[in-house]
Nanobody, 114 residues
């Protein structure tokens, strides 16, 4: 079992920044890729960014150049630095860890509004 706890969400004005964190615990030795997904009201959950153990990253086109995913394997934590936030980035952000099958965090709300 893998437990994931996200933090760092909140309310921010357009153009602002937030940093999300996701700490993994439990059977962490089996974790390979970790990532961030988001789900806006009335929409399906979508990929935001992923990162492998080796540091290879992948981003949704909508966040390229604005968001940066990083990972501290020693702390079993993945981060999402979000800059130049837009109202359309408003969603619940979920951390995901692949360890044989996907594990999900509880989600953290990000609201971008003036």
């Amino acid at each position: 079992q893998v437990q994931l706890v996200e933090s760092g969400g909140g309310l921010v004005q357009p153009g602002g920044s937030l940093r999300l964190s996701c700490a993994a615990s439990g059977s962490i030795s089996g974790i390979s890729t970790m990532g961030w997904y988001r789900q806006a009201p009335g929409k399906q959950r979508e990929l935001v960014a992923t990162i492998t153990v080796g540091g290879t990253t992948n981003y949704a086109d909508s966040v390229k150049g604005r968001f940066t995913i990083s990972r501290d394997n020693a702390k079993n934590t993945v981060y999402l630095q979000m800059n130049s936030l837009k109202p359309e980035d408003t969603a619940v952000y979920y951390c995901e860890a692949s360890a044989g099958w996907p594990y999900w965090g509880q989600g953290t709300q990000v609201t971008v509004s003036s």
